[in-house]
């Protein structure tokens, strides 16, 4: 299976070689018809520290890097 791929803003640099990225998806709701926003809120890997809150990036799936991170940074 794919590794999935999702693009988001970083929302919090201030761990150490850890970044929080909210990615946004929209959809049409069902019943109601209209285009709903949702975001999500993803716990990532960036090992040269090398983004800061408020860059667009991409991220990918990996092996767990520790309890909350699964994500690791792809590129800007």
């Given at each position: 299976?794919?590794?999935?791929?999702?693009?988001?803003?970083?929302?919090?640099?201030?761990?150490?070689?850890?970044?929080?990225?909210?990615?946004?998806?929209?959809f049409?709701?069902?019943?109601?018809k209209?285009?709903?926003?949702?975001?999500?809120?993803?716990?990532?890997?960036?090992?040269?520290?090398?983004?800061?809150?408020?860059?667009?990036?991409?991220?990918?799936?990996?092996?767990?890097?520790?309890?909350?991170?699964?994500?690791?940074?792809?590129?800007?």
């Amino acid at each position: 299976m794919p590794k999935r791929i999702l693009q988001g803003t970083v929302t919090s640099a201030a761990n150490d070689q850890s970044i929080t990225v909210s990615v946004e998806r929209r959809f049409t709701h069902p019943v109601l018809k209209k285009t709903v926003r949702k975001t999500k809120k993803y716990r990532a890997h960036d090992s040269e520290n090398a983004f800061k809150k408020g860059d667009f990036v991409r991220i990918i799936e990996c092996a767990p890097y520790s309890k909350s991170k699964r994500w690791e940074v792809l590129e800007a």
